[in-house]
T-cell receptor, first 113, second 113 residues
């Protein structure tokens, strides 16, 4: 049973560029959440998707957007990258329902130069 | 604001010692679930336990046990007979409203031989 997968594992971009990160949920899960984890900090919630719509959003600017596909996989897009966007981006999947357990993928490490 | 406090930033123990990680949280939810996650150096967040707020019976699962007290908003986690492989950052994650998890800065646990 495959767990949550994310791609790419590492990414280097320059300021002003755009980036797309991808996530495939655990088998049987239809809900995907994205978190940003800066070095030495805990993860911060970006947003959550199910039924192909953004259902809940954290305190992140509109430069951060996402998408969920009919197969429940998801993308996180970040436009106009800033140095401060350098972080580990974690995707988590869960079953539908309030406060179901979220299972995390290995993350994508983004470095913005 | 809903938040979590893990006052212990770093704990060092010798293998086979028991160790308790403290967690105090704030939430506006009246019924909710609480979670503990572990993040080894590889970076992936690993789910450990999920506990509901309306059942304060403390439990043991293998070497893990937890003490939940709703009256004091505390949710402490104990590892019995610690092992070197337990070395990681541990996060307590109460709800942040809806399905979003709130993470603090975590507790770094180092288990030495």
């Amino acid at each position: 049973d495959a767990g949550v997968t994310q791609s790419p594992t590492h990414l280097i971009k320059t300021r002003g560029q755009q980036v797309t990160l991808r996530c495939s949920p655990k088998s049987g899960h239809d809900t995907v959440s994205w978190y940003q984890q800066a070095l030495g900090q805990g993860p911060q919630f970006i947003f959550q998707y199910y039924e192909e719509e953004e259902r809940q959003r954290g305190n992140f600017p509109d430069r951060f957007s996402g998408h969920q596909f009919p197969n429940y996989s998801s993308e996180l897009n970040v436009n106009a990258l800033l140095l401060g966007d350098s972080a580990l981006y974690l995707c988590a999947s869960s079953a539908r329902g309030l406060q179901e357990t979220q299972y995390f993928g290995p993350g994508t490490r983004l470095l913005v130069l | 604001a809903q938040k979590v406090t893990q006052a212990q930033t770093e704990i060092s123990v010798v293998e086979k010692e028991d160790v308790t990680l403290d967690c105090v949280y704030e939430t506006r939810d009246t019924t909710y679930y609480l979670f503990w996650y572990k993040q080894p150096p590889s970076g992936e967040l690993v789910f450990l336990i999920r506990r509901n707020s309306f059942d304060e019976q403390n439990e043991i699962s293998g070497r893990y046990s937890w003490n939940f007290q709703k009256s004091t908003s505390s949710f402490n986690f104990t590892i019995t007979a610690s092992q070197v492989v337990d070395s990681a950052v541990y996060f307590c994650a109460p709800p942040g409203g809806g399905n979003k998890l709130t993470f603090g800065t975590g507790t770094q646990l180092k288990v030495e031989l």
